[in-house]
């Protein structure tokens, strides 16, 4: 069970309101964009190769289902299209129910109102051997790291310091966590960071 995050070097990793959404989500997320192995998951040729590019792609083939939190879907599914880039079932942590959706290429939508544990149990089982990832945003980040259902979380660090924006290191809102970091790799875009979550 994996966490993967974006954040600046100052820690921020969303807007804390519609307005600071775009401009946050550009200058954490601006190193991921041109990749080439990005692209190839949005049906696009082209793109940078490289050490980011091939740690994204390594990271992203591991996963066999992903949480999101409701925010993130209602921002992002008109943009995703019918053929998303997620090519997995998708459990959206929500309080509002829906019918699950199907869209091209494996990807599904399916909204669970339990709680952010039991839209964790979901995906594990959807994903059968493989891992899952808690794509965000930013609340279900942290909704995942208090309650527990956190393994291993693996950090982008975007070369920016943007002071205006929403922590996702809050000990308020993730509780009190102690990490190992098993691996630190220079990438041309961002310095990539994995961390045991430690029990």
């Known amino acids: 069970m994996s966490k993967i995050v974006s954040v600046s070097l100052d820690g921020i990793a969303g807007g804390r309101n519609e307005e600071e959404f775009w401009p946050v989500h550009s200058a954490v997320l601006g190193w991921l964009f041109d990749l080439a192995s990005w692209r190839a998951l949005q049906g696009m040729d082209g793109g940078r190769d490289g050490v980011d590019s091939r740690l994204w792609q390594v990271q992203f083939e591991q996963f066999g289902a992903q949480v999101v939190g409701r925010s993130m879907f209602d921002y992002g599914v008109e943009a995703w299209g019918e053929t998303p880039p997620f090519h997995a079932p998708v459990l959206t942590n929500t309080t509002r129910t829906g019918e ?100």
């Not at 891992?131 to 995942?144: H, K, N, S, W, Y």
């Not at 979380?153 to 996702?168: E, I, K, M, N």
């Not at 290191?169 to 990490?179: H, K, N, P, W």
């Open 100 to 199: 699950p959706i199907e869209k091209l290429g494996g990807t599904s939508y399916t909204f669970i109102t339990d709680g952010i544990e039991a839209a964790v149990a979901a995906a594990r089982e959807a994903a059968g051997d493989a891992d899952v990832l808690i794509a965000g945003g930013i609340r279900t980040a942290q909704l995942a790291l208090r309650a527990g259902v956190v393994d291993e979380l693996a950090l982008h660090v975007a070369p920016v310091v943007l002071q205006a924006g929403a922590r996702l290191l809050d000990g308020e809102a993730t509780g009190e966590l102690q990490l190992r970091c098993t691996e630190a790799v220079p990438g041309e875009g961002a310095v990539h960071l994995r961390y045991d979550v430690l029990r």
